[in-house]
C-alpha cells in the first residue's frame, strides 16, 4: 500500500474509532434517565391505547393554571417513575488521544489544516483539565493549524498559553517557533528573533529524529534569516523611522477625520494603542483578541422607571396590545431607545464548541469547561465568571440539549438557577397564591410600576433586567393556547424540573412538592418564551454586502426589549452587542406613536397570509399593522417606481413619480418653484444613497450610518411608501445597524460557522 493509501487507511480507522465512541454516548443516555421524545411519546401512546384521550382532554382542560395543570400531569404514571440522573459528558483521554493522532496525520498537510484545527479542538475538549502538560502541548498544536490558517493573533494566544501553563516549557521548542513566526508575521522582528533562537536550542536538545530536525531547520532559517537581517541596526533605525513615520500620520488622519464618530475613532485608538504598548501583547495571551463592539449609550437620557431605556419612552397598556412601548417625545431615526441586558441567555446547540458560554463570543482559541466536554469558553476570566450559571447544567447537559425536548429548555433553567432555590422556596406561598400569576402580563403593569407592596418581592419601584419579577411577569398568553400546546408544555417543564434535582438545585432529596414547584415556573417561562425570547445573532460579512447575513448564535430574554410589540413595518430594528440587546429607531417615531419592533416577518419578504398565520400561531394575535391593513405589496412594490413622493405645495400634497429628474412642474397644481426645486435636490439625495452603498462596502458602518440618517430624514417628509426606495433605505438602515453589533469577518479557509 503506497503513503497516501495508508494514510486514508488510518483516517478511516480513526473515524470508525470516533463513531463506536458515539454508541458509547448512546449507551450513556441510557443510564442517566430517558430522553423527553421517548417520555412524551410512551404518554400519548398510552392515551391512544387506552383510548382516553377525550377524557383526558375533558379533565386537563378544567385545568385553569399552571399549578393545576402541573399537577394533573404529576399523577400520570409516567411522570411519576420518572428519574433522571445527572451524568457529565465528561472528558475522555483515550478519545483525546485518538484526536491527536489524527490532527497528527493531517496537519502536515496544508490543505488539510481547517480539518485539522477541528480535530485538536475535540482533542482539547476531551483532555482532562489535570492533565496540563498534555493540554499544553495540544494547545501547541492548536496554535499550528492556526498558522497554517494564517490566524496569526488566535496562534500567538495559543502558542503563549501553552508555554504558560506547561509544567516544562523547555519541551514546547515548537511555541516558540510559532510565536516567532507570529512576530515576524507581524514585523515584530526584534521579537521574534529570541524565539527562534529558543526555538532551535529546544529542537537540538530535544528527542526528535535528526530527519524531523533537519526538515524543522530549514523550514526556519529562512525566515531566521530575514528577521536577523531586518535587525541590524541600520534596518532597525529605518524601521523604527516608517514606524514613527505612520503613526504620525495616523494621528494626523485621525484628527482630519472628525466626521467619523466615536467608535469608529476608538477603532484607531486600539491600533496606536497596541502599536505603543507592544510589550503588553506578551502578557496579553489570556485576553481575546476578538474584541466586542462598543455598546451604544441610550439617547435622550435614561428612563426613571426602566433601567434599560431611553426616557424619551414610557410604557401603557392598551386593550387588545398589553403593555405597549410609547414615544412621549418625538424620536429621531438612530436614536438609542433601548440597551438591554438578558435576564438569562444561552448559546445554540449547534454552536457551543465555538462560543464562549459566558459572552457568546466567537472563539478559536477556546478554553474548555473544567468538567463537561460539551462547552467552551473564551478566555480565563469568562470561564470563571460563566462557571456559576454553568455549574449546574453541566452534568444535565445531554437532557437539556436534548432537540426533542426543544430549544428554551435550557434557557428556562437559567432563568430558574439564575434566582437561588432558597430565594424561590422563600417566596413559593406567595408565588403559588399570587392571583396575578394567572392573567395576563398588562393587569400587572400598573400595580408593579407603582410599587405596589404585595409585588415588592424585589421590586424597587423600577423595572429593571436584573430582577426575576421582570422575567416571571412576561406575557404567556395562556388563556390562548391549546390543549396540546398546554400538555406538551406542563410535560416538559416536568422534564426540566427534574433536570433542576438531578444537578442538585434543591439541594439533596427534594421533596416532591418543591419539585412540582419549580416546574410550576418553569411551565410559565416554557409559555412566556415562546413569546418573548429573542435570538442573539451575529452578522456575517462577506466580501459582497448583498450576502451578508444574519446568523443566531444563542437565545436570550430581554424584560425591557420585551416590552415592545410587533409590527411588519417597524420603526427600530434589533441587534446584538455580545449577549446585550439594542434597540434603535430607524424612521422618525412622533410623539404618541408606539415603538414598533419586528418580530421577523417584514412586510415586504413574506406575504400578509404568512405573516398573519404564523404571528397568530406563535404570538397569539391579530396583526393590524399599516402593512397588514393596508394589504402593502411584497417587494419590489411598483414595477419601475423608483420614488413616489408629496409635492411639496401643502395644499397639493398630491402623489408624483420621480423617474428620471426631467419633469420639473406637478400635473397636479402646476408648480414648477417648489416642485422643481425638490425634483432637483431629490438627484442629489439619491447619490448619498449611493454614497451610504459604497461606504457600507469599505465597511464604515458608522459613516454610512450617519449618511443614511440624513437621507432617511429626507424620506420622512417627502417620500410615500410602501416605496422601493423607502423600503431599500430602510433595510440598508437595519443592516448598517446589525453591522455596528455581533459581526464576523467569514473566512473562507476556517469553518467556523
Ligand atoms: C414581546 S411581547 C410584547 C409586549 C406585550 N404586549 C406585553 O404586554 O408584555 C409579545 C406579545 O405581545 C402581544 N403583541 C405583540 N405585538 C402585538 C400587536 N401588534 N398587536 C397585538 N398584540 C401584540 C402578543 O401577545 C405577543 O405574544
Same mark, same amino acid.
Given at each position: 500500500m503506497d503513503d497516501e493509501g495508508q494514510h486514508q487507511d488510518q483516517v478511516q480507522q480513526l473515524q470508525e474509532q470516533m463513531g463506536g465512541q458515539q454508541w458509547h454516548q448512546q449507551q450513556q443516555r441510557q443510564q442517566c434517565g430517558p430522553g423527553f421524545g421517548s417520555l412524551y411519546t410512551t404518554v400519548c401512546d398510552r392515551i391512544r391505547a387506552e383510548n382516553i384521550l377525550d377524557t383526558v382532554m375533558e379533565h386537563f382542560q378544567q385545568c385553569h393554571s399552571d399549578q393545576a395543570r402541573i399537577s394533573y400531569v404529576w399523577q400520570l404514571p409516567e411522570v411519576r417513575e420518572l428519574q433522571l440522573k445527572s451524568h457529565t459528558s465528561g472528558k475522555c483521554s483515550e478519545e483525546a488521544q485518538s484526536c491527536e493522532e489524527l490532527y497528527d496525520m493531517l496537519v502536515n498537510s496544508e490543505n488539510n489544516a481547517a480539518r485539522a484545527l477541528e480535530v485538536v479542538q475535540r482533542a482539547i475538549l476531551k483532555t482532562p483539565a489535570d492533565d496540563t502538560n498534555v493540554l499544553a502541548r495540544r494547545f501547541m498544536k492548536r496554535a499550528w493549524a492556526l498558522l497554517l490558517l494564517e490566524q496569526f493573533d488566535d496562534a500567538f494566544t495559543d502558542a503563549s498559553r501553552a508555554l504558560h501553563i *506547561?509544567? !516544562? &516549557? @523547555? +519541551? +514546547?521548542?515548537n511555541a516558540h517557533e510559532i510565536l516567532a513566526h507570529c512576530h515576524a508575521k507581524m514585523k515584530s522582528y526584534k521579537k521574534a528573533e529570541p524565539h527562534f533562537v529558543k526555538a532551535l536550542e529546544g529542537l537540538r536538545k530535544s528527542s526528535a529524529s535528526n530527519e524531523e530536525k533537519a526538515a524543522v531547520a530549514g523550514r526556519v532559517s529562512t525566515v531566521f534569516r530575514m528577521v536577523k537581517e531586518e535587525n541590524k541596526p541600520k534596518n532597525r533605525a529605518k524601521e523604527t523611522n516608517k514606524k514613527q513615520q505612520e503613526m504620525k500620520t495616523k494621528k494626523f488622519n485621525k484628527k482630519k477625520k472628525k466626521e467619523q464618530t466615536k467608535s469608529e475613532n476608538s477603532i484607531d485608538e486600539d491600533v496606536i494603542r497596541e502599536e505603543e504598548n507592544d510589550e503588553e501583547e506578551e502578557a496579553g495571551m489570556e485576553k481575546s483578541r476578538h474584541k466586542l463592539p462598543e455598546v451604544p449609550k441610550i439617547s435622550l437620557g435614561k428612563n426613571s422607571k426602566l433601567d434599560? *431605556? !431611553?426616557? *424619551?419612552v414610557s410604557v401603557v397598556v392598551i386593550e387588545g396590545r398589553g403593555r405597549c412601548v410609547i414615544a412621549n417625545r418625538d424620536i429621531r431615526a438612530g436614536s438609542v431607545v433601548m440597551v438591554d441586558k438578558p435576564y438569562a441567555s444561552v448559546v445554540n446547540a449547534d454552536q457551543l464548541h465555538q462560543r464562549c458560554n459566558n459572552c457568546c463570543r466567537r472563539c478559536l482559541t477556546s478554553l474548555p469547561c473544567l468538567h463537561c466536554a460539551v462547552v467552551v469558553f473564551c478566555s480565563d476570566e469568562c470561564r470563571s465568571s460563566g462557571a456559576a450559571q454553568h455549574r449546574l447544567e453541566c452534568s444535565v447537559m445531554t437532557h437539556l440539549y436534548d432537540a426533542t425536548l426543544g430549544k428554551m429548555a435550557p434557557l428556562v433553567f437559567r432563568i430558574l438557577t439564575a434566582v437561588s432555590w432558597q430565594r424561590l422556596k422563600k417566596s413559593k406561598e406567595k408565588l403559588l397564591s399570587d392571583p396575578l400569576l394567572e392573567d395576563e402580563a398588562p393587569k400587572l403593569i400598573e400595580s408593579i410600576m407603582e410599587g405596589n407592596e404585595q409585588q415588592k418581592w424585589r421590586w424597587e419601584g423600577h423595572y429593571s433586567p436584573t430582577d426575576y419579577l421582570t422575567t416571571l411577569y412576561l406575557v404567556t398568553n395562556a388563556s390562548k393556547r391549546s390543549f396540546g400546546d398546554h400538555f406538551k408544555r406542563a410535560l416538559s417543564a416536568v422534564y426540566i424540573s427534574q433536570c433542576l434535582a438531578a444537578a442538585g438545585f434543591f439541594g439533596s432529596n427534594p421533596g416532591a412538592d418543591d419539585i412540582k414547584f419549580a416546574a410550576t415556573l418553569a411551565v410559565r417561562h416554557l409559555q412566556s418564551c415562546s413569546c418573548n425570547a429573542y435570538e442573539i445573532s451575529e452578522m456575517q460579512l462577506k466580501e459582497n454586502i448583498a450576502e451578508n447575513k444574519s446568523l443566531e448564535i444563542g437565545g436570550a430574554v430581554y424584560p425591557t426589549v420585551s416590552l415592545s410589540n410587533h409590527s411588519c413595518f417597524p420603526n427600530v430594528a434589533r441587534y446584538n452587542v455580545g449577549t446585550c440587546c439594542v434597540l434603535r429607531a430607524t424612521r422618525l417615531i412622533p410623539r404618541g406613536a408606539e415603538v414598533l419592533d419586528n418580530y421577523g416577518y417584514y412586510f415586504h419578504v413574506i406575504p400578509q397570509v404568512e405573516r398573519r398565520d404564523t404571528l397568530r400561531l406563535q404570538y397569539k394575535f391579530e396583526c393590524s399593522c399599516e402593512a397588514c391593513t393596508g394589504s402593502w405589496p411584497l417587494y &419590489?412594490?411598483?414595477? @419601475?417606481? &423608483?420614488i413616489i413622493f408629496r409635492c411639496p405645495v401643502t395644499e397639493c400634497n398630491a402623489h408624483s413619480s420621480f423617474l428620471d429628474g426631467r419633469q420639473m412642474e406637478c400635473k397636479s397644481c402646476g408648480d414648477k418653484q417648489l416642485y422643481g426645486k425638490l425634483v432637483k435636490s431629490i438627484s442629489t439625495r439619491l447619490d448619498n444613497y449611493s454614497k451610504a452603498l459604497s461606504l457600507m462596502h469599505d465597511a464604515k458602518f458608522e459613516s454610512a450610518l450617519k449618511v443614511l440618517l440624513q437621507h432617511q430624514e429626507f424620506l420622512e417628509t417627502q417620500a410615500v411608501y410602501p416605496a422601493k426606495h423607502y423600503t431599500d433605505v430602510q433595510e440598508m438602515l437595519r443592516q448598517c445597524l446589525n453591522c455596528l453589533g455581533n459581526t464576523h469577518c467569514v473566512n473562507p479557509k476556517v469553518n467556523t460557522n
Open positions: *506547561a509544567k !516544562s &516549557p @523547555g +519541551l +514546547l521548542w434599560c *431605556a !431611553s426616557a *424619551a &419590489p412594490h411598483r414595477q @419601475g417606481e &423608483p
